[in-house]
């Protein structure tokens, strides 16, 4: 069934693509006209961003290829971001000792940075290490680093790799392999914060592509946003820690099953929320006044 419904959704692809090359086409000819004019730019978004960029290196963006590139950076950033966070706060659910601490920790970090710049989400170090253990034990990709070998290679064991073979690893495995991560069945929310501590405070943040930790891909192909995603989670999460208590419909409810899909793991985004407003008395599910 899940391989069916993955040749569907590949065979659909290439509509996909039509559909949107004809929505964007018209913007793009709106801006091309008004990148040749020499006028500055009053937009500030992708469709300018993949435009300038294109231009940088003297191509010519086509309304199929800002299609294609609009379609992989929604892909890249917005399931795998709201899937995250929301795995996350399923977690924060089943810990409330750990999301009390988080909240304590953003109420004495806002005391001296009310505004929330960039540079102020560094001292949220409890919530980092929570967000980092969340992302381990709960592996979003089960599979990361994908390759394509462009010539044969031969590994010290004797182990041959020919040209054309596709290749990755196996990113929940290695999450929780015991031989990378002591007691790695164990959910431990100061995991990282120790190992900044103790080894490198530079690194085992959220956003970090370490030896230990693949989820972000490694090396020059490393997920290139994964920094403005940890931020744009952290900031979130201070908004709904900050003004609102969440909860699940029954008493003694805990994280709902993990649901495969194609080669990801995804929340159960179907689960029912109760959230109120902090200081008021009614639970609602989002949305409802």
């Known amino acids: 069934m899940a391989l069916k419904h993955t040749m569907n959704v590949v065979r659909a692809a290439p509509g996909f693509r039509q559909q949107a090359a004809g929505v964007l086409r018209p913007i793009l000819e709106t801006r091309s006209q008004i990148s040749k004019s020499g006028d500055k730019p009053i937009y500030d978004n992708a469709v300018q961003w993949l435009l300038d960029e294109y231009k940088s290196v003297g191509k010519k963006l086509t309304a199929e290829a800002l299609a294609q590139d609009e379609l992989l950076l929604t892909v890249a950033s917005i399931h795998s971001s709201s899937a995250t966070e929301l795995s996350i706060l399923f977690d924060m659910l089943d810990y409330p000792e750990s999301m009390a601490e988080i909240r304590a920790e953003i109420s004495e970090v806002q005391k001296k940075h009310p505004t929330w710049s960039r540079i102020d989400l560094n001292p949220l170090k409890v919530m980092d290490s929570f967000m980092k253990e969340s992302q381990r034990y709960h592996s979003f990709p089960q599979l990361t680093m994908q390759r394509v070998a462009v010539a044969d290679w031969k590994f010290k064991d004797g182990l041959v790799i020919q040209a054309g073979t596709q290749v990755a690893f196996p990113n929940l495995e290695i999450a929780l392999d015991d031989k990378i991560h002591p007691n790695a069945s164990t959910f431990d929310p100061k995991r990282y914060l120790r190992k900044r501590d103790e080894i490198d405070p530079t690194k085992f ?67 029912p929320l109760l959230f109120k407003e902090r200081g008021q008395r009614v639970y609602r599910p989002p949305g409802v006044r």
Request: aromatic share 10%; net charge negative; proline share 9%.
């Open 205 to 271: 943040h959220f956003a970090s592509t370490t030896d230990d930790s693949l989820h972000f891909g490694a090396g020059f192909h490393a997920c290139p946003g994964r920094v403005l995603a940890q931020d744009a989670m952290k900031l979130i999460f201070i908004h709904l820690l900050t003004q609102y208590d969440v909860k699940y419909p029954e008493e003694g409810q805990k994280r709902p099953p993990s649901m495969p899909l194609d080669f990801n793991i995804m929340p159960n985004v179907m689960a």
